[in-house]
């Protein structure tokens, strides 16, 4: 159970961090296209988790197809495990840095990958802080309507069901 290695959307390009390249960024490490502020804290945080083989559920790098800047990350925090229910779960973050935010990118970025999720029938879960208001309104508008309580970190835990429905992720 795969995803591409690219995901693209109308405005998009969401492109797989090799374990090589994250090795390299959490080194310090910069490729030519990040933005000034790329990458976040979040951003290494995540790329920490790479294993050496990689996997298609780890982060992506959010670029701007008009330019090709590298504005932040989206990503899986590993493969899809069976929940209590039976249907394969995986859990998604994203964050971009502070010039991409308010124009429907991590919208977008997100609803590319739910649209990949949805076509290998996992639900996707995620957490943010409660008073991240921008982000809670992306995962409303992206269908995340199941409130599952808060997380030991006091995070509100979100999911969304599996659509039948295709997503478009232009919007």
């Known amino acids: 159970m795969d995803l591409p290695d690219v995901v693209s959307t109308v405005r998009l390009r969401l492109e797989l961090v090799s374990p090589a390249e994250a090795r ?4 310090g490490g910069r490729g030519p296209a990040f933005h000034p502020d790329y990458p976040r804290k979040d951003d290494l945080d995540a790329l920490s988790m790479i294993g ?42 994203y964050g971009l840095v502070a010039d991409a935010r308010g124009h429907g990118a991590a919208t977008e970025a997100l609803r590319g990958l739910l649209e990949q999720t949805d076509q290998l029938g996992v639900r996707v879960r ?15 508008k992206c269908g995340f309507t199941s409130l599952r309580g808060s997380d030991a970190d006091g995070n509100l835990v979100m999911a969304r069901p599996v659509s039948s429905r295709p997503a478009d992720p232009g919007r």
């Open 126 to 140: 995620a957490s943010t802080e409660p008073g991240n208001k921008a982000s809670v309104r992306v995962l409303a």
């Open 24 to 27: 390299a960024m959490l080194g």
């Open 52 to 93: 050496e083989t990689g996997s298609s559920w780890s982060p992506r790098h959010v670029v701007r197809a008009f330019d090709g800047l590298v504005v932040g990350s989206i990503g899986f925090y590993g493969p899809p495990e069976p929940a209590d229910d039976g249907v394969p779960e995986a859990e998604v973050g």
